[in-house]
């Protein structure tokens, strides 16, 4: 037996029939868009297990859906797992559910997973299909599973971003034409999905938020509100105004001070948001709780409107190059640059580092053989642990405050294409910056003079400084963390350190304060028999 709990019903809604339980949006492979009630109709062909892994790799969009067929049982989650879905082996069968809280409340026996916590602690998610409690697991992004009666039968990835192969045949000007081609099919498609709502746009001074500005300027798109938000003469303030008012867009800042945060630690909305965002396997990000509940109180966006980050487009430009790795890193080198890079925000302790690396590695090896391009394994690696886990999940803050979101960097056909780009033009964002540049800033007037986009070598000066700073004494490092501080996080995150006892002076992220709070959050409520 197979039972499914699905609860959170904000933002996105599930649907259900007697078969199919279905949330989020999507085009199949003929450009037919399905969203809400019409995402049952998409699914209801499924008769046996083939076609239910067909109909998962050629969804081109955000969803999770459960699917039953006689004694079969199938479930998926997209690339993005913008909708997680966790499970528990009962008794009974195989439990799923979109709030791990209920299936606490289900195990007999409830103990926190200390090598998750200490991933966690230092990531700010777990890894693979672990959770912070041992015996509740995760669907994977692009995983699905097939139970049959009470055993797991199969499970699987549909996509992937590692790659045997890349386009080195292709001249960069045909690249670049091509780029453009696919970046304009995939906002034509954002478009229809829209159906004429409001469009809510978190912007940045950064290119992937701009570039979603000038897409939806080209395509005539005007219903549009422009908000950034923290420190008052922060960093990003001037380029996101520039820009909306050079597109003709209402433009928001909000202020982030002592008013705004006041209190908000000790409020049961914040608490019940770190459940609904946290979900035992990523960090809640606080960086727009704050920005989105100012504009929900006072009325300043549409009870309908869409959000749309700007998640994950610098990846796929190829963000990842220089700043974790260079396109000649070694497989024998993956592990160890995955702990290095990745796991950064607070130290692993000793006791739990060997399995970590451990776990690691095991990712590694299961999912890719030898054939596969080395960068392209750690750039999949990444999407499915840090992009999804905690990158694209910060944007459940809009779920939460009942507001849908697009994601139009996740774009099937837009991965696809940046998937085969050579390295040589990914190395910092060569062909990405390019095509944005060439084809959408310059005719929009949104090519600004102070661009907070790093060149080559400007990356590698900053891979030396941050080298220099893990050897500098603690109260030095301190200072640069509350100098770049524009997002009001000491402030923010000052109630949690309180509250656990944190010394600043043990990281070099706010983001540690955070990780190291909703561990102790979640110990606190197993120790209170809070399920």
């Not at 599930?14 to 998409?42: P, R, V």
């Not at 699914?43 to 955000?62: L, P, Q």
């Not at 995760?138 to 995983?143: F, G, H, I, M």
């Not at 501080?485 to 992220?509: C, L, Q, R, V």
Request: charged fraction near 25%; aromatic fraction near 16%; proline fraction near 2%.
């Amino acid at each position: 037996m197979v039972k499914t709990i699905l609860q959170y019903n904000k933002g996105f809604k599930w649907f259900s029939t007697d078969s199919i339980s279905a949330k989020g949006y999507l085009f199949d492979s003929e450009g037919n868009y399905y969203e809400e009630e019409t995402l049952i109709d998409y699914f209801s062909d499924i008769s046996e297990i083939n076609s239910f892994k067909k109909k998962v790799e050629r969804a081109n969009g955000v969803f999770s859906v459960v699917v039953r067929i006689k004694n079969i049982t199938c479930i998926a989650c997209d690339k993005s797992s913008f909708f997680p879905l966790y499970y528990i082996n009962h008794p009974e069968g195989y439990i799923f559910s979109d709030n791990p809280q209920e299936l606490i409340k289900l195990l007999d026996d409830v103990k926190i997973d200390k090598v998750q916590c200490a991933i966690f602690k230092s990531t700010g998610y777990t890894v693979g299909n672990n959770t912070l409690i041992n015996g509740i697991s995760e669907v994977r992004a692009a995983e699905y599973l097939i139970i049959e009666n009470s055993n797991l039968k199969e499970s699987g990835s549909f996509f992937s971003y590692a790659t045997k192969k890349v386009n080195d045949g292709i001249p960069y000007e045909k690249l670049k034409e091509d780029g453009r081609a696919v970046f304009e099919q995939a906002f034509r498609r954002l478009i229809t999905s829209l159906k004429g709502r409001q469009v809510v746009l978190p912007l940045s001074g950064g290119y992937d938020s701009r570039l979603i500005a000038a897409m939806l300027k080209k395509f005539g798109y005007t219903d549009v509100v422009c908000f950034t938000y923290g420190r008052k003469n922060n960093f990003e303030l001037q380029n996101s105004r520039t820009t909306a008012n050079r597109l003709g867009y209402k433009w928001i800042f909000v202020e982030y001070n002592q008013e705004l945060i006041n209190g908000y630690f000790d409020t049961s909305q914040f608490k019940d948001y770190a459940l609904f965002a946290g979900k035992i396997s990523s960090m809640p990000y606080m960086q727009e709780y704050f920005a989105v509940k100012y504009l929900k109180d006072k009325n300043l966006i549409k009870n309908d409107a869409v959000f749309i980050p700007g998640h994950s487009g610098d990846l796929l430009g190829g963000s990842q190059f220089v700043k974790v790795f260079n396109e000649n890193i070694s497989k024998d080198a993956l592990t160890g640059l995955f702990f290095k890079k990745k796991l950064n925000f607070y130290n692993i302790h000793r006791h739990y580092k060997k399995r970590v690396i451990e776990i690691i590695e095991e990712r590694f090896k299961s999912d890719y053989d030898d054939d596969f391009i080395s960068h392209s394994i750690i750039e999949d690696l990444d999407i499915k642990e840090k992009i999804s886990k905690l990158i694209i999940n910060s944007a459940t803050v809009y779920d939460y405050f009942g507001h849908q979101i697009r994601i139009p960097f996740w774009d099937d056909e837009l991965m696809g294409f940046f998937k085969m780009v050579p390295a040589k033009f990914k190395t910092a964002k060569m062909l990405y910056d390019d095509i944005l540049v060439s084809f959408y800033f310059r005719e929009f007037g949104l090519c600004l003079d102070n661009e907070l986009q790093p060149n080559y070598f400007q990356m590698k000066i900053q891979e030396v400084k941050n080298l220099l700073k893990s050897y500098l004494p603690k109260f030095l490092i301190i200072r640069f963390l509350l100098k770049s501080d524009w997002m009001y996080y000491y402030e923010i995150t000052k109630p949690m350190a309180k509250a656990i006892g944190f010394k600043y002076k043990n990281t070099s992220s706010f983001n540690a304060v955070i990780t190291n709070w909703y561990v102790s959050f979640i110990e606190n409520r197993l120790s209170q028999n809070i399920k």
